[in-house]
């Protein structure tokens, strides 16, 4: 008689931010190259005591310098759910939740400890740069959003 082994998962959350900025009536969005090689966004866990709000903006300060935003919403808007293998061989269930940030300022310092690199993308830019196809996923929920948002402040 055989046994199925049942796969395990570890369990990961995190929080993150789509940031744009409005270049003279262009959108763009912020992608930041992550440590470990990856093109995303802003994003990490909570520390104890957290609110998600708390930990969206320590994140955006850490990895980008920004410290002027504009949330669209003082709650998550968009979340997302997918697998991996991490390095180690474990299989990882991860979700984030996103909220939507504009910026205030195209000026970025990343850390060079979690974040090297980063690049201000229009929405199609951002296709080839995302590593992620859940990543431009996300992204287009994020635009479509932001353009409804954007709408509305003008009427």
Not at 48 to 75: C, N, Q, S, W, Y
Request: proline share 1%; hydrophobic share 35%.
């Amino acid at each position: 008689m055989h046994l199925k082994h049942k796969k395990s998962f570890e369990k990961d959350h995190a929080i993150g931010v789509i940031v744009y900025h409005d270049f003279h009536g262009l959108f763009k969005y912020l992608i930041l190259k992550h440590r470990k090689g990856h093109w995303s966004f802003a994003k990490g866990h909570r520390d104890p005591g957290e609110t998600e709000l708390m930990t969206a903006v320590r994140e955006l300060h850490e990895e980008a310098g920004i410290d002027d935003v504009e949330f669209l919403k003082e709650e998550v808007m968009l979340k997302e759910k997918y697998q991996f293998i991490n390095g180690k061989g474990v299989h990882i269930k991860k979700d984030v939740w996103y909220f939507i940030a504009r910026s205030n300022t195209e000026d970025i310092v990343v850390d060079n400890k979690e974040i090297t690199a980063y690049k201000w993308c229009t929405l199609f830019e951002s296709e080839r740069k995302l590593t992620f196809k859940q990543s431009y996923k996300i992204l287009r929920e994020a635009d479509a959003l932001i353009r409804r948002h954007n709408l509305k402040s003008v009427t």
